[in-house]
């Protein structure tokens, strides 16, 4: 009888109730509009990036197109609405944090406590069992429940963008609905046009293959771009993934596309020496030489950047020495020590070739490790 009873009650409805009071001088008609925040519902900002590369006559192009991924499990119905989208973020606070004192002490001294009696057998006995049969309850009665599947619900649709000074809103046009299942709903917000600056990178200590950037810089007229992930195509193809952090327009940001297989690179040891050095006081040496040789195969000139390292002293008594018939264009890059880079312009079918090393010394009491 319960069960039936149960099943004729109505669903359980959460409203609110909004009171609001007005003081006339004389009878009006008025429409009140209320505003309020719900829990429950969101929007993600997802990007493609898709870079054609050119050629011999053709320019790079990038296009960077702006997606939404909209979701919302709020207890409401949206149905048919007129929806914006801005990318303020009032959950992320409005208000620096505030920091504490930092003290400085001596650690205090440890003190043993006495140890307490242990408790008869037959009583802990007697608890491991209540506490084996309530976890098997538990187990019993607890049944896993099955993985939640969410379904992607992609419809794309242009926006219009309003900008503010400190956010941005994207109108999306027509009426659209929202399921209130957290069902994700992607809508397209905005494409932009730009005209990117390519780079190959190669680090061939770690990995002999070059890379191809593009940098962008997104367009002054365009609107902020909050952090999220970017689908990567390069002429048509899926290379990956990546993250794009905030940017504001006119703001530079570098992205890899992959392998550039037209660029070949090779990394050698060519020299590598230990000695003495030193009469009265003697030092001990390790000398290491490298060459780099990198080969443009496409048809027209790349812009190259090379990065390679020599170890940094962390003791006074140890001194490197940079040998490089190659200067770098850049050392301790982005305030990186030991870290160098060699800029350059690669002509078709042109090759490079690097070689530079480094000498470490030190007092021969001593023994030094490489970390």
């Not at 001088?25 to 493609?48: I, K, N």
């Not at 929806?83 to 944090?97: D, E, I, K, N, Y």
């Not at 780099?292 to 003791?315: C, G, W, Y």
Request: proline share 8%.
């Amino acid at each position: 009888m319960e069960k039936k009873i149960s099943e004729l009650a109505p669903a359980r409805i959460e409203r609110t109730e909004v009171k609001v009071y007005v003081s006339a001088g004389a009878p009006l008609e008025a429409d009140v509009t209320v505003r309020y925040q719900v829990p429950d519902a969101s929007w993600v900002p997802l990007y493609d990036a898709r870079l054609a590369s050119g050629g011999k006559t053709a320019a790079p192009a990038l296009e960077l197109t702006r997606r939404a991924s909209i979701q919302q499990a709020s207890g409401e119905s949206w149905d048919d609405v007129a929806l914006t989208l801005s990318t303020t973020r009032p959950t992320a606070g409005a208000s620096a944090p505030e920091l504490r004192p930092m003290t400085v002490d001596f650690e205090p001294e440890f003190v043993p406590r006495p140890m307490a009696s242990p408790a008869p057998a037959s009583v802990s006995a007697r608890s491991m069992a209540d506490d084996g049969a309530m976890a098997e309850a538990a187990g019993e009665s607890a049944p896993e429940e099955p993985a939640r599947k969410l379904k992607a619900v992609v419809r794309q649709v242009n926006a219009e963008i309003m900008t503010a000074p400190f956010q941005a809103l994207f109108a999306v046009p027509g009426r659209t609905t929202i399921a209130n299942t957290g069902e994700a709903k992607r809508v397209q917000l905005q494409t932009d046009l730009i005209e990117p600056e390519l780079a190959v990178k190669t680090t061939p200590k770690e990995d002999a293959k070059a890379y191809l950037y593009a940098k962008l810089m997104l367009p002054k007229t365009s609107s902020p771009m909050l952090p999220g992930e970017v689908s990567l195509f390069r002429d048509g193809t899926f290379v990956g993934t990546n993250k794009l952090p905030v940017l504001s327009p006119g703001e530079e940001h570098e992205l890899g596309f992959g392998i550039d297989d037209l660029v070949r690179v090779k990394h050698a040891l060519l020299e590598e020496k230990r000695g003495e050095t030193g009469l009265i006081s003697t030092s001990k040496t390790d000398s290491r030489n490298y060459r780099i040789t990198i080969k443009n195969m496409h048809e027209r000139a790349v812009n190259l950047v090379v990065f390679d390292q020599i170890p940094a002293s962390q003791n006074q008594d140890i001194r490197v020495e940079l040998n490089s018939r190659t200067p770098p264009t850049k050392q301790n890059v982005e305030d990186k020590r030991g870290v160098l880079a060699w800029e350059s312009k690669l002509e078709p079918d042109g090759e490079q070739v690097i070689d530079f090393g480094y000498r470490v010394t030190w007092p021969s009491a001593k023994t030094v490790i490489y970390r």
